[in-house]
């Protein structure tokens, strides 16, 4: 069973930076598509950013030139780096790996990690 596993969500101060990771196992990670979402609480799950196999990103209107995704096949991990963090950013965090539409499988979610931006 593929799980990935996200860490590094925590309390910060606004302003503040936290870098989550995602660890994915089980999969070929390379040819997957990666992405962050997030839901607030009360709120719909959204985007926040995604990375190709091919490395190319997207970002979230509100992640843009604050966020930045990255990813190291070999250690089959995903990377979110946030500053300039707001309170509106507080969310549970998910990673998502999405494989190459010819595949024809499934997508795979994680748990998600909590991410609490408060003074």
């Known amino acids: 069973q593929v799980q990935p596993v996200e860490s590094g969500g925590g309390l910060v101060q606004p302003g503040g930076s936290l870098r989550l990771s995602c660890s994915a196992s089980?999969?070929?990670?390379?040819?997957?598509?990666m992405s962050w979402y997030r839901q607030a609480a009360g709120k719909q799950r959204e985007l926040v950013a995604t990375?190709?196999?091919?490395?190319?990103?997207n970002y979230a209107d509100s992640a843009k030139g604050r966020f930045t995704i990255s990813r190291d096949n070999a250690k089959n991990t995903m990377y979110l780096q946030m500053n300039s963090l707001k309170p509106e950013d507080t969310a549970v965090y998910y990673c998502?790996?999405?494989?190459?539409?010819?595949?024809?499988?499934?997508?795979?979610w994680g748990k998600g990690t909590l991410v609490t931006v408060s003074s």
């Open positions: 998502n790996a999405k494989p190459p539409a010819l595949l024809r499988a499934m997508d795979y």
């Open positions: 089980g999969i070929t990670f390379s040819i997957y598509t």
């Open positions: 990375i190709t196999s091919s490395g190319s990103t």
